[in-house]
């Protein structure tokens, strides 16, 4: 079983920066993808980034384009997403998932999810 954990979630004011962490445990990872996605209340899931485990790829959503990087530290398998220049519009919970062979923007794909981590921003 793939466990999946999201931490580093918080409160900031807009143009701030906070840095998500997955940490993945319970197989190898070298043939996932691992995707992020966030909710806010009222809306849909939305797809914000994903990384391919084996190559690094990554694949990222209009909106946050510029502004988010997602990256990966093979020794601690933990996939990682770097959010600046925040936005309140970027308020969420954001969640990690993953799959064997995808890292695209269809949340329905994956199979192992996280437990979602609040990012709040205030104007």
């Known amino acids: 079983q793939v466990q999946l954990v999201e931490s580093g979630g918080g409160l900031v004011q807009a143009g701030g920066s906070l840095r998500l962490s997955c940490a993945a445990s319970?197989?190898?990872?070298?043939?996932?993808?691992v995707g992020w996605f966030r909710q806010a209340p009222g809306k849909e899931r939305e797809f914000v980034a994903a990384?391919?485990?084996?190559?690094?790829?990554?694949n990222y959503a209009d909106s946050v384009k510029g502004r988010f990087t997602t990256s990966k530290n093979n020794a601690k398998n933990t996939v990682y997403l770097q959010m600046n220049s925040l936005k309140p519009e970027d308020t969420a919970v954001y969640y990690c998932?993953?799959?064997?062979?995808?890292?695209?923007?269809?949340?329905?794909?994956?199979?192992?999810w996280g437990q979602g981590t609040q990012v709040t921003v205030s104007s």
């Open positions: 998932a993953a799959r064997t062979y995808y890292s695209g923007s269809d949340s329905q794909k994956y199979n192992y």
């Open positions: 319970g197989r190898t990872f070298s043939t996932y993808g």
């Open positions: 990384i391919s485990w084996s190559g690094g790829s990554t």
